[in-house]
Structures are given as structure tokens and as C-alpha cells.
């Protein structure tokens, strides 16, 4: 998912500007929601996630650190997240392989299987 389209989901849901500055409780807490779903959702890396909010990815670590005791302590916030969460995972559609295309993964390991197998007897006859 691109970071753009979740930054302006995160504004809309939490209604502040998580790109903002500001060390307010309520966009710290919603810039804490995007760096979990980005962290799930992609793959990109602690920087790449942080840059696209203006942050560096030590704050992003920091935030993701807190999170949990965020969610346990603070019930109101928990239930916002959760709902955003539901929202945000059901518009995400994962990469479904197609039925050759696992077949053939599932061939491919197959014979990496094999040649493995080869090179640990040829290993032990050494």
C-alpha cells in the first residue's frame, strides 16, 4: 500500500495531520497507528516509513516500542485503532498466487530438495 493513500487514511480516521510537526498526544498516538499498519502491510524499511511522515526511523522504533502499552492503557485509542485496523486490513488485498504458479514453486523445491540431499550424502562421504 502507498504510504500517501495510508497518510491520508490515518488523517481522516484519527482527523489531525500525522505529517504535522508536533508532539501532540493525539498525532503522536496516530502517527504510532500508521507506522504499525505501514510495518505490516509493506515492506519497507523503519526509514523509508518514518521519512514518509518526516521522522527518522529511531522515532519510528521508539513509537513501535510503545504501542502496545498504548493499546493496553488506553481504551478509547485501542478501540479507534481496532476500527481503523478492520478498515484499513480489509481494503488490503495480499498477492494470491495462482494455481501454476504454486505448482510450479512447489516443483522448484522439490528438486532444490533433492540436489540438497545429494550434497549433504556427498558431505558425509568426505
Known amino acids: 500500500m502507498e504510504f500517501e493513500k495510508l497518510i ?3 488523517n481522516r480516521h484519527f482527523n489531525c ?3 504535522e510537526n508536533s508532539r501532540s498526544r493525539e498525532i503522536v498516538m ?10 505490516h502491510t509493506t515492506k519497507s524499511s523503519l526509514a523509508k ?3 514518509s511522515v518526516g521522522r ?4 519510528v522504533l ?6 502496545n502499552d498504548w493499546l493496553r492503557f488506553d481504551e478509547f485509542f485501542k478501540a479507534d485503532f481496532e476500527s481503523f485496523k478492520r478498515i484499513v486490513l ?3 488485498r495480499k498477492n494470491e498466487m495462482s494455481a501454476e504458479s504454486l505448482l510450479y514453486k512447489y516443483n522448484s523445491m522439490l ?3 533433492d540436489i540438497l540431499k545429494k550434497e549433504i550424502k556427498e558431505l558425509k562421504r568426505a
Open 8 to 10: 491520508k487514511k490515518v
Open 17 to 19: 495531520d500525522i505529517t
Open 30 to 39: 496516530a502517527r504510532a497507528a500508521f507506522y504499525w499498519i505501514a510495518r
Open 49 to 51: 516509513i518514518g521519512d
Open 56 to 59: 527518522d526511523h529511531a522515532s
Open 62 to 67: 521508539y513509537s513501535l516500542k510503545n504501542f
Open 90 to 92: 480489509n481494503g488490503y
Open 111 to 113: 528438486i532444490e530438495n
